[in-house]
T-cell receptor, first 115, second 111 residues
Framework: NAGVTQTPKFQVLKTGQSMTLQCAQD?????MYWYRQDPGMGLRLIYY???????DKGEVPNGYNVSRLNKREFSLRLESAAPSQTSVYFC??????????????FGQGTRLTVV | GDSVTQMEGPVTLSEEAFLTINCTYT??????LFWYVQYPGEGLQLLLK?????DKGSNKGFEATYRKETTSFHLEKGSVQVSDSAVYFC??????????FGKGTLLTVNP
């Protein structure tokens, strides 16, 4: 059982380049999330998708776009990468739950460096 | 909006010492509360959770009690081990299904 799979694991971009981070889950979860993790800042929510067909901005959405391609897949796109987007990116998924009381499962992360 | 405030680290303890990491939250309604752990180079794993007031979550010797009156969910362990060294995150999931995390607390346990 793979859980949440993120690709790639590492990436180096030049300023201004674009790229898409891929995320797929095989647990039939409704909700999916993208976070970035920076030293001293914890995890900050970029975008989330409560269910297939919906996406919402999180705390730090500027410079990013997302696509909920289907129930399994939720991609994150950087249209024009900036050094400030150097970070570790995590995808997560969870079941919707009656009161939102179910845990989130995380991928292993993508370490992105923008030079 | 929802927010989580947890004790700033780093925290350094000797093996077998008592651990407390404080966590307080702000949220509307009745959020679910979680503690996650991140070992070096890995993603986050759920450590324990509580879904309603006065619930106690527990796992691997760690415990936390959902205190609605003080909006707190403090993490405790009676006797830490070197293998507990990691970053610990407090989190809440609110009525809009958004999952909000604290900034994390780095714990180092020395032999």
């Amino acid at each position: 059982n793979a859980g949440v799979t993120q690709t790639p694991k590492f990436q180096v971009l030049k300023t201004g380049q674009s790229m898409t981070l891929q995320c797929a889950q095989d647990m039939n979860h409704n909700s999916m999330y993208w976070y970035r993790q920076d030293p001293g800042m914890g995890l900050r929510l970029i975008y989330y998708s409560a269910s297939e067909g919906t996406t919402d901005k999180g705390e730090v959405p500027n410079g990013y776009n997302v696509s909920r391609l289907n129930k399994r897949e939720f991609s994150l796109r950087l249209e024009s990468a900036a050094p400030s987007q150097t970070s570790v990116y995590f995808c997560a998924s969870s079941e919707l739950g009656g009161r939102g009381n179910t845990e989130a499962f995380f991928g292993q992360g993508t370490r992105l460096t923008v030079v | 909006g929802d927010s989580v405030t947890q004790m700033e680290g780093p925290v350094t303890l000797s093996e077998e010492a008592f651990l407390t990491i404080n966590c307080t939250y702000t949220a509307t309604g009745y959020p679910s509360l979680f503690w996650y752990v991140q070992y070096p180079g890995e993603g986050l794993q759920l450590l324990l959770k509580a879904t309603k007031a006065d619930d106690k979550g527990s796992n691997k010797g760690f415990e936390a009690t959902y205190r609605k009156e003080t909006t707190s969910f403090h993490l405790e362990k009676g006797s830490v081990q070197v293998s507990d060294s990691a970053v610990y995150f407090c989190a809440l999931r609110g009525s809009n299904y958004k999952l909000t995390f604290g900034k994390g607390t780095l714990l180092t346990v020395n032999p």
